[in-house]
């Protein structure tokens, strides 16, 4: 946890602040609610949360008449992927009010008098007579009151709509229930718009930007499993955003579930969009996004076709050399595939159940259906081959790519063209085979012509290839290229090999069929 700095007396007077801020406002508690707050003004703790002020600087006055017997317990979490570690400061104090608060991490409990505060924030170990990165604007706390002051937004920004604040919750909980726990969502994702709330954890009503549910919390249960799912913000069919997978939590604790991070950005990188799971005695862990697994058509003979867990169709309705993506809990599922629509009832396609290995939380994974329905001697059935995603990012000058044998053949490789053939030094696999990927090729950004060839000619370079194909390297891209369809044509001529390109390098995939050419 954040440390508390231990010479910091609890009993410090509340601050009336003035400098940057203006005199508080009078009036009863309720006058003094505004969701869209400008420095200097005060903010209630009612069960709503509450806008803060931009950077600041400056030094408040010093004046108080409260009665020191009443006092208030507040405790800070970091939710703000855009700072790194903070010092936290009462505005006007010398010394941290709490130390060293990182990315996810809930400091202890304080109890300080009631009244008005503010707070300041500092890189953790700045000096104490540093300017401050930001200053809060004033909060109110009354006698009793119990506040998680919850760091959000992205720091340094101008724009009202993400810029760093204090989200102060109230928690003004329901009466504990056996066996259950309670749970409430907090919405701070400085990119992600308004959503829903569906799957176990449906909660009615929409949910803003720096908002959260309702105040008394809804039931969670204590074995964990249920799964919360972000929805489109629209009343009929909405899309979903993204879902998460709650873990156990103890009987009557009382958990803030707080969206944060990057929705642009990679479940799996350091910012990407996660839920903080903050409980009575602070963070519980970080909960990643659900796997997301994107299923593509690869299997040549096959029609329409669909994939189902048990008696769930978890994609349907794609044909070769489509994709469909859905999310599901970390887990490892054995998955069937049907012609559409079966509504996954009868003889599967598939021979035997598809075991997908082990799926973790905040990875993506290839799931490619291969194979044929009628296979010819030597050939495999249809069936689905899973793929990690797991390549490294931030390397901006040259493409990242991992070559699938999805093909009725034997094994093949892939190389660099120089006129017709594949020449020793340009080959770019070891040899592949059926349902198998080959280890990542770092491809300097540029141009080339690649050539897929029959493994068995490996030690006759140059090789001939069996197709060939135009490709331009993007530095930054990660992307798989998957050898598709047979080498030997039909009645029809529609046999030959072809290559599937699936991108991978932002969180919506795409595929493309990619136009191959006879040597």
């Not at 440390?3 to 007396?9: F, P, Q, T, Y």
């Not at 969701?35 to 903010?43: A, D, K, L």
């Not at 706390?141 to 989200?167: K, P, Q």
Request: net charge negative; with cysteine; glycine share 10%.
């Amino acid at each position: 946890m954040g440390r508390r700095n231990k010479s910091w007396s609890v009993a410090v007077w509340i601050l009336a602040l003035g400098g940057c801020f203006s005199e508080p406002v009078s009036g009863d508690r309720d006058d003094l609610v505004d969701s869209q707050g400008e420095t200097g003004e005060v903010f209630a703790t009612t069960g709503d949360v509450f806008d803060g002020s931009s950077e600041a600087s400056g030094e408040p006055s010093t004046s108080s008449d409260t009665d020191e017997t009443e006092a208030a317990e507040i405790r800070a979490v970091h939710a703000s992927p855009s700072a790194g570690p903070v010092d936290v400061y009462v505005a006007g104090e010398d010394e941290p009010m709490f130390e060293d608060l990182v990315y996810g991490e809930t400091s202890d409990r304080i109890e300080v008098p009631a009244g008005l505060i503010a707070f300041q924030f500092r890189p953790a170990n700045a000096p104490s007579e540093s300017p401050p990165v930001y200053m809060s604007a004033e909060l109110l706390l009354e006698d009793g009151d119990r506040i998680t002051a919850v760091a959000a937004g992205v720091l340094g920004s101008d724009n009202d709509d993400d810029r760093f604040r204090i989200v102060p919750i109230a928690e003004d909980w329901g009466a504990q229930l056996q066996e259950r726990a309670r749970a409430r969502v907090v919405h701070v994702g400085p990119d992600a718009p308004s959503f829903r709330i569906g799957g176990d954890l449906a909660v009615a009503g929409s949910v803003d930007r720096f908002s959260t549910t309702d105040p008394a919390g809804f039931d969670l249960n204590t074995e964990g499993g249920e799964r919360l799912e972000l929805l489109e913000d629209v009343e009929s069919d909405p899309e979903q955003y993204t879902s998460f997978t709650v873990p156990p939590v103890a009987e009557g604790d009382e958990v803030l579930l707080i969206a944060t991070g990057l929705l642009g950005s990679l479940a799996r990188e350091p910012d990407g969009f996660s839920v903080i799971a903050v409980g009575s005695e602070g963070t519980l862990g970080l909960i990643r996004q659900d796997p997301e697994l994107f299923f593509v058509h690869g299997a040549r003979d096959a029609g329409t076709l669909e994939t189902c867990l048990g008696d769930v169709e978890i994609a349907a309705n794609f044909n070769y050399g489509e994709i469909q993506s859905t999310r599901i809990s970390p887990d490892t599922y054995e998955l069937n595939i049907f012609e559409y629509p079966s509504g996954c009832v009868g003889d599967p396609l598939s021979p035997a159940p598809n075991t997908t290995g082990s799926l973790e939380a905040g990875e993506r994974y290839l799931m490619l259906v291969t194979g044929e329905v009628t296979p010819d001697a030597g050939e495999a059935g249809i069936q689905i081959a899973t793929f990690t995603d797991g390549f490294p990012l931030g390397d901006d000058d040259q493409a990242r790519v991992r070559f699938v044998h999805g093909a009725s053949y034997s094994q093949v490789f892939v190389g660099a063209l120089e006129g017709p053939s594949i020449p020793l030094g340009n080959v770019l696999t070891d040899p592949i085979g059926w349902s198998v990927e080959s280890g990542e090729v770092a491809v300097p950004a540029g141009d080339y012509v690649l050539g897929i060839a029959d493994a068995a000619e490996e030690d006759a370079f140059p090789v001939s290839p069996l197709v060939t194909l135009s490709y331009t390297a993007v530095g930054g891209d990660r992307l798989w290229a998957i050898v598709a369809g047979d080498p030997s044509p039909d009645d029809n001529g529609d046999g030959f090999l072809q290559a599937m390109i699936v991108d991978s390098t932002r969180p919506q995939w795409t595929v493309t069929v990619a136009d191959v050419d006879l040597p």
